[in-house]
């Protein structure tokens, strides 16, 4: 069966960005000069997923004005003849076919996933953390897709990371397969501490999975953080049989990746996708070494 849905979990408070965060969703923070779900969704549709459900919860209406239209808007740009600026606003209104479902009770990402079932029912899905931005030039989702297509199960994307940074992550025990890019999951563990994570693999939030999920996360008691952990839902699929729809893979990531889920580097990735870009990317670049060393040159 053909993997067509995206579910973006989006209902989180974004303490970690407070105050911006009071009022407006983390998701509407903008890397360079779109908001940071629009990459997601723009990834999504760039695999074929154009059936996108968000997860959302209180204070997140911007995030669904931003995928409609903005008819006042328009009408001023169309009379001053801004072509450029009102094809950049058109350009979310018809990206995907949006859906949007509130969390309620906010119990953790396997919770949010949950609330996806009814939307997605007994199909393959996939799963996209706003967190992690996945340079366009490196697309992944895709891969993942047809190991999915291939060989039935979940799909995981796998990054090395430091071993110092493994406490951050849900972290894999892989073996190798034929393919070079692919691993089989063996284990998997939330955010465990350096000297207990199995690897330095660690989940990226990309994922395929099984709608065998659903039932497994209904029954996954709170884990790390007293939260509905969706990687103990994956733990359990790895140990169920095909069949049962079982079985998770890992597709190896090492492209372009940057992580917008705290100030840093959230900073950072501005940093590098603007230097990225015709339009900024060689301003900034002649700018930034007269900052860091005012005396240079
Ligand atoms: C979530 C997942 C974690 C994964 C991470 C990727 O954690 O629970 O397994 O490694 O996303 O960004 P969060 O960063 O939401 O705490």
Same mark, same amino acid.
């Given at each position: 069966? /053909?993997?067509?849905?995206?579910?973006?979990?989006?209902?989180?408070?974004?303490?970690?960005?407070?105050?911006?965060?009071?009022?407006?969703?983390?998701?509407?923070?903008?890397?360079?000069?779109?908001?940071?779900? !629009?990459?997601?969704?723009?990834?999504?549709?760039?695999?074929?997923?154009?059936?996108?459900?968000?997860?959302?919860?209180?204070?997140?209406?911007? @995030?669904?004005? +931003?995928?409609? /239209?903005?008819?006042?808007?328009?009408?001023?740009?169309?009379?001053?003849?801004?072509?450029?600026?009102?094809?950049?606003?058109?350009?979310? %209104?018809?990206?995907?076919?949006? +859906? #949007?479902?509130? !969390?309620?009770?906010?119990?953790?990402?396997?919770?949010?996933?949950?609330?996806?079932? +009814?939307?997605?029912? %007994?199909?393959?899905?996939?799963?996209?953390?706003?967190?992690?931005?996945?340079?366009?030039?490196?697309?992944?989702?895709?891969?993942?897709?047809?190991?999915?297509?291939? +060989?039935?199960?979940?799909?995981?994307?796998?990054?090395?990371?430091?071993?110092? !940074?493994?406490?951050?992550?849900?972290?894999?025990?892989?073996?190798?397969?034929?393919?070079?890019?692919?691993?089989?999951?063996?284990?998997?563990?939330?955010?465990?501490?350096? !000297?207990?994570?199995?690897?330095?693999?660690?989940?990226?939030?990309?994922?395929?999975?099984?709608?065998?999920?659903?039932?497994?996360?209904?029954?996954?008691?709170?884990?790390?953080?007293?939260?509905?952990?969706?990687?103990?839902?994956?733990?359990?699929?790895?140990?169920?049989?095909?069949?049962?729809?079982?079985?998770?893979?890992?597709?190896?990531?090492?492209?372009?990746?940057?992580?917008?889920?705290?100030?840093?580097? #959230?900073?950072?990735? %501005?940093?590098?996708?603007?230097?990225?870009?015709?339009?900024?990317?060689?301003?900034?670049?002649?700018?930034?070494?007269?900052? @860091?060393?005012?005396?240079?040159?």
């Amino acid at each position: 069966m /053909r993997v067509t849905k995206a579910v973006i979990p989006a209902a989180g408070f974004g303490t970690r960005f407070l105050p911006v965060t009071k009022a407006t969703p983390k998701e509407m923070l903008p890397v360079v000069d779109k908001p940071s779900i !629009q990459y997601v969704v723009e990834e999504a549709v760039g695999a074929g997923l154009a059936d996108v459900v968000v997860i959302t919860g209180r204070s997140k209406r911007p @995030l669904e004005d +931003h995928f409609d /239209r903005n008819v006042e808007l328009e009408a001023a740009l169309e009379a001053k003849g801004d072509v450029d600026r009102l094809d950049l606003i058109m350009a979310s %209104n018809d990206l995907a076919k949006m +859906h #949007y479902i509130r !969390q309620g009770d906010a119990l953790g990402l396997g919770h949010a996933v949950l609330t996806a079932q +009814h939307h997605v029912g %007994n199909e393959p899905f996939a799963v996209l953390l706003g967190d992690d931005l996945i340079d366009p030039r490196d697309p992944v989702l895709a891969r993942m897709i047809s190991v999915r297509e291939q +060989h039935g199960g979940s799909v995981l994307c796998l990054m090395e990371v430091p071993r110092d !940074q493994i406490s951050l992550y849900g972290c894999a025990a892989t073996v190798p397969t034929d393919a070079p890019d692919v691993v089989s999951v063996t284990d998997l563990v939330e955010k465990p501490d350096a !000297q207990d994570a199995p690897s330095s693999l660690a989940v990226i939030g990309r994922y395929v999975l099984d709608p065998a999920v659903f039932a497994v996360l209904s029954r996954t008691p709170p884990g790390s953080g007293g939260e509905i952990q969706l990687t103990d839902a994956l733990r359990e699929l790895a140990r169920m049989t095909a069949s049962e729809g079982g079985g998770v893979r890992g597709v190896l990531f090492d492209g372009r990746r940057y992580d917008t889920g705290d100030r840093l580097s #959230y900073l950072q990735a %501005n940093i590098l996708m603007a230097l990225e870009r015709d339009d900024l990317g060689p301003a900034l670049r002649a700018w930034l070494p007269t900052v @860091l060393d005012p005396e240079g040159g």
